[in-house]
């Protein structure tokens, strides 16, 4: 079991033994993807954690773009954050219904704002309901909380950094998709996208950071997770994936191992995989 840290990553634990603190905001910050069969809200509704706010990940996004939930305008993360009762001086946990999947999405779009007193709670609500802790199907009672945002672009690259990254090598490009997407030996969830990979990448699938129970690997066996990828863990590294959901899965794996010259590529793959001009790896 991971050190719990408020930062990173918390148990079941810690989160019960901390449900009654004034500044505690828990966010079910749940997502699926179609082929899984499951409705997150629907799912929130029924039961959650106590006192849990639902974390809507597509419409807090930038619905402007074509491309799927791109990290929102800090000025709408501030108002969607505010009216949910979320701001300043909260301690925030993030978990979803898969175990570790979308929950470290929130975690990085938080810090993205500057807001880094977030945790991931390991395991997530199947390890909460498997232990027979609490939950409640209604939904909270929610104040308005002031929130100041201050964006971190450091740990955001757009295409035309990711494109440099891979055609220069100054980067290490970490795909946390399944080796078979990875490889190009199986089509895209998203209609219209090639398969392959960002030239040069490495791959990382997100589930080698896992344990059977959800939960995320610590110390060695999470370091090797990445150096059996041939990722030096020394260098800068840009994470990528389908659409930017699991490549935070990463994100939260290696600040867990205190690496900090760390980025997401928002687009990932639902952007790189859609433009002609951008060349693609197989095999």
């Known amino acids: 079991m991971a050190a719990d840290d408020p930062k990173t990553l ?30 997150a809200k629907a799912e929130y509704e029924a039961a959650h954690i106590p006192g849990a706010r639902f974390f ?6 930038d619905q402007r773009s074509s491309l799927p939930h791109m990290a929102p305008p800090a000025e709408k993360f501030m ?4 009216a949910m009762g979320v701001g300043d001086g909260h301690q925030v946990v993030v978990y979803d219904g898969a175990g570790l999947f979308s929950a470290a999405r929130v975690w990085w779009l938080f810090r993205l704002m500057g807001k880094p007193d977030v945790a991931v709670l390991d395991g997530g ?21 002031h929130i100041t945002v201050s964006r971190q672009n450091n740990l955001v690259k757009d295409v035309t950094q990711v494109a440099a990254a891979s055609k220069l090598g100054d980067w290490q490009i970490v795909d946390a998709r ?3 997407r990875f490889r190009g ?6 209609p219209g996208l090639r398969s392959g990979r ?14 059977p129970d959800g939960t995320m690997k610590d110390g060695a066996d999470l370091e090797a997770a990445f150096e059996m990828a041939g990722v030096d863990l020394d260098r800068r590294i840009i994470t990528t994936c389908g659409s930017g959901i699991t ?21 990932s793959w639902a952007e790189w995989g859609q433009f002609e001009q951008l060349k693609v790896e197989t095999g």
């Not at 108002?79 to 505010?82: D, E, I, N, V």
């Open 10 to 39: 918390v148990s079941t634990a810690w989160l019960e033994a901390h449900l009654s603190d004034p500044d505690l905001r828990i966010l079910d910050a749940s997502w699926y993807l179609p082929d899984m069969g499951r409705d």
């Open 56 to 61: 809507d990940i597509e419409e807090i996004s």
């Open 79 to 82: 108002s969607r954050m505010r």
């Open 125 to 145: 609500f199947p390890k909460w309901q498997a232990e027979g802790r609490e939950v409640e199907d209604m939904a909270p009672i929610t104040r308005d909380r």
């Open 178 to 180: 399944s080796p078979a």
């Open 185 to 190: 030996e199986e089509p895209e969830a998203r």
């Open 198 to 211: 960002i030239p040069g990448s490495k791959n990382v699938h997100y589930a080698t950071l896992l344990n």
């Open 247 to 267: 490549a935070a899965i990463l994100m939260l794996g290696l600040e867990r191992l205190g690496r900090k010259d760390v980025a997401l590529y928002d687009g």
